[in-house]
């Protein structure tokens, strides 16, 4: 809302997985879209930096501590990956990934590359031609920690607390 976006949209990704001794859908992975002004290289490479934010000095807003993005990711999922592009900037990317930093003990962000988005958001953006000049993704992976397994019931309480917090 802040970065002048347009449209926004929410994505789940369900899977078939084992539960005791049957099977069920459950949320794998969640994106956020919007067609907003995008991130930078020099945005891109500090957003997922714990205490970065670029709305630390303004009383205005969401986003003045620098802990929403990536708190939030890590608090759902083991990984997020952030894509962004502007209208003369093609798509780079950028990732945290708990695990990785379980096992190789990283202590740095990842510098941002050149990737295009991933199956299945590329498709459902092309598909619904949600296309834009600028924009950003943020993909959450491995989410183990959703207090609510399935898509319908996770929109269901998006869509309450949504449009009481924006009053739409």
């Known amino acids: 809302i802040e970065a002048k976006a347009k449209r926004i949209r929410i ?4 899977e078939c997985v084992p539960v005791n001794t ?3 859908n459950r949320v794998t992975a ?8 995008g991130m930078n290289l020099e945005l891109l490479s500090k ?5 970065f934010g670029t709305r630390t000095q ?10 929403g993005l990536k708190g939030a990711s890590i608090s759902q999922a083991r990984r997020v990956s952030i894509y962004s592009w502007q209208s003369d900037m ?11 930093i379980e096992r190789n003990g990283q202590t740095h962000l990842h510098a941002p590359q050149l990737r295009e988005i991933p199956s299945p958001w590329s498709d459902y953006l092309k598909h619904h031609e949600i296309e ?4 950003t993704l943020v993909i959450w992976e491995n989410c183990d920690r959703l ?14 607390d949504l449009c009481r917090i924006y009053r739409h």
């Open 11 to 14: 994505l789940t990704k369900e």
């Open 30 to 37: 969640l994106a956020a879209y919007d067609d907003g002004v």
């Open 147 to 160: 207090s609510i397994k399935k898509s319908e019931t996770l929109f269901r309480h998006m869509k309450s």
């Open 132 to 135: 834009s000049e600028s924009g």
């Open 47 to 51: 957003c997922l930096g714990f205490g």
């Open 22 to 24: 049957r099977h069920v």
């Open 90 to 100: 093609p798509t780079y990317s950028t990732y945290l990934d708990l695990d990785e």
């Open 58 to 67: 303004s009383r205005a807003g969401i986003g003045r501590f620098g802990f």
